[in-house]
């Protein structure tokens, strides 16, 4: 993970990691008794400005920076600056926030919601779909296939929480070189994309330059939010809905799925990959790691 940017505005965080797994007692199909690590979900109520606003059901390995990704995702905070801190509290699972001027008009901007396909908590609040057409990705941004297949080594190569305790989702940020620089787990892939920007938010890191990846399906919502983050490339080692495809066409992002190996499929923004096709005959790229 990037070295944070001391210079640059924060504001007061908590450090609210909580475990991320939890024992349990299994038997197997013979009778026979053993423990089992499973991954643990918890419920995170978030106050801005003491006004309950949605429950995340979530992982908790990242909760300040889910909560700043949420806010910003939905737009209801426009700058990182406009948020005067983040503190969690899981005695209560609850988050605080507090604002600088309020949310203007909060009543009426999170009255309608729209129920997606994500899962746990996966509604979106009314709007997004119509910013989508004031989103301009880089028309210039370019990816190189051997970035790709770097990109899905070092997924397989990460140490995670998945391959420990199963049933989470993963999402990680990546330069256009392939250098891993987040990677984040949840119960859920809307709180895993939602956490990363909000780290990108902190650090004040642009997505021009920049390959998203996610564990699950490429649905609106996942699209949406890539896009809103500047990010002109997804991939997933899943696949993608008709909403999903829809959305990216409309925006201009390159969509890659199912990820795997040397495979994939390019359904949307063909014009953005760098095919090369020499590669097929050469061992896959070695994974890059962002430095601790």
Known sequence: ????????????????????????????????????????ERPLTVYVDKRELVTLMTLGGAPEALTLGYLRNQRLVRAIEDVVSVQVDWSVDAVAVVTR?????????????????????GSVFGGLMDEVDQIALPPDARLPQSVVYRIVETIRTQQSIYKQAGSVHGCALFSNTGELLYFVEDVGRHNAVDA????????????????????GRLTSEMVIKGAQMGI?????RSG????????????????????????????????????????????LPRPVHAPS
């Open 232 to 236: 002109p490339f997804l991939l997933s």
């Open 101 to 121: 001027n309020g949310i203007l008009d909060v009543e009426e901007r999170t009255a309608k919601k729209v129920v997606t396909t994500g899962c746990g908590q």
């Open 196 to 215: 990363i920007a909000g780290l990108m938010w902190l650090e004040g890191m642009r997505g021009e330059d920049k390959v998203f990846y996610t564990t």
């Open 240 to 283: 993608t809905t008709q909403m999903g495809h829809m959305v990216a066409e409309k925006v201009g992002m390159s969509l890659l799925a199912r990820c795997t190996g040397r495979h994939f499929l390019l359904l949307a923004g063909q014009e953005r990959l760098v095919f090369e096709p020499e590669l097929l005959e050469q061992p």
């Open 1 to 40: 993970m990037n070295c944070p940017d001391l210079s640059r505005y924060r504001p007061l965080l908590s450090d609210a990691r909580a475990h991320l797994t939890h024992e349990v007692e299994a038997l197997d199909e013979r009778g026979r008794r053993s423990t089992i690590s499973i991954p643990a």
